[in-house]
């Protein structure tokens, strides 16, 4: 999440794994370029969590790296498996974090990303 915004958090990652953010940006432009069809999600920092606890927010790619947002690698991966199927998800980017709420049903998740469409 974040790749093209600094951040505090993107600037440790980046120390450490050797400019990371570069490597997502130089991906993502690769898998935009392909001729595929193509879906970026992106999720915030993972954790172990079960999923299913809290509410999945699919928002536009807008939010900056940072520890304080999270994902549960379970919602995550629902996320991206409503995006395979949501026509919408086509040829989009998005970010994928967890808050305090109730969880999304599937058609509420599939909301979401036909709200991107509507967002761009």
């Known amino acids: 999440m974040g790749s093209e915004l600094p951040s505090f958090t993107g600037r440790l990652l980046n120390a450490i794994k050797g400019d990371l953010q570069r490597n997502q940006r130089d991906r993502d432009a690769y898998l935009r370029n392909s001729g ?39 919602d995550l991966a629902r996320a991206l498996i409503a995006a395979a199927d949501a026509p919408a998800a086509s040829a989009r980017t998005f970010d994928v974090f967890n808050e305090p709420g109730v969880p999304p049903t599937d058609t509420e998740l599939a909301e979401r990303l036909q709200q991107l469409s509507k967002s761009s």
């Open 36 to 74: 595929l069809d193509w879906s970026i999600g992106r999720g915030g920092i993972l954790t172990d969590e079960s999923g299913g606890r809290a509410d999945i927010l699919i928002t536009p790619p807008i939010h900056r790296l940072s520890l304080f947002r999270r994902v549960a690698r379970a």
